[in-house]
């Protein structure tokens, strides 16, 4: 069964960048929208952004003018560029993609410390 990998997660400085890919493992049926989640330590799953097929995207308030959310639609690719990290970014991030099928990744560790 295709799953979901995440690449490029890491520990950085504040005010850092990193930016996280996310792509199937395999075949997967074609998404209508994908996106980002993270869960920090103690506190549940949030969603940080999404973008739709229709070039909607929505960001989680605390993230927004700092991260971005693009994707390659043939790839079923999704990739999150994160700017001007700090320490409450600290989290597991987690890839998703929603259509027919659901799927989720196993998660990729993101670090902000000095």
């Known amino acids: 069964q295709a799953q979901l990998m995440e690449s490029g997660g890491g520990l950085v400085q504040p005010g850092g960048s990193l930016r996280l890919s996310c792509a199937p493992s395999?075949?997967?049926?074609?998404?209508?929208?994908m996106g980002w989640y993270r869960r920090k330590p103690g506190k549940q799953r949030e969603l940080v952004a999404t973008?739709?097929?229709?070039?909607?995207?929505n960001y989680l308030d605390a993230v927004k003018g700092r991260f971005t959310i693009s994707r390659e639609y043939a790839k079923n690719t999704v990739y999150l560029q994160m700017n001007n990290l700090q320490p409450e970014d600290t989290a597991v991030y987690y890839c998703?993609?929603?259509?027919?099928?659901?799927?989720w990744g196993q998660g990729i560790q993101v670090t902000v410390s000095a």
């Open positions: 998703h993609a929603d259509g027919v099928k659901a799927y």
């Open positions: 973008l739709m097929n229709g070039g909607t995207a």
């Open positions: 395999g075949t997967i049926s074609d998404p209508y929208v």
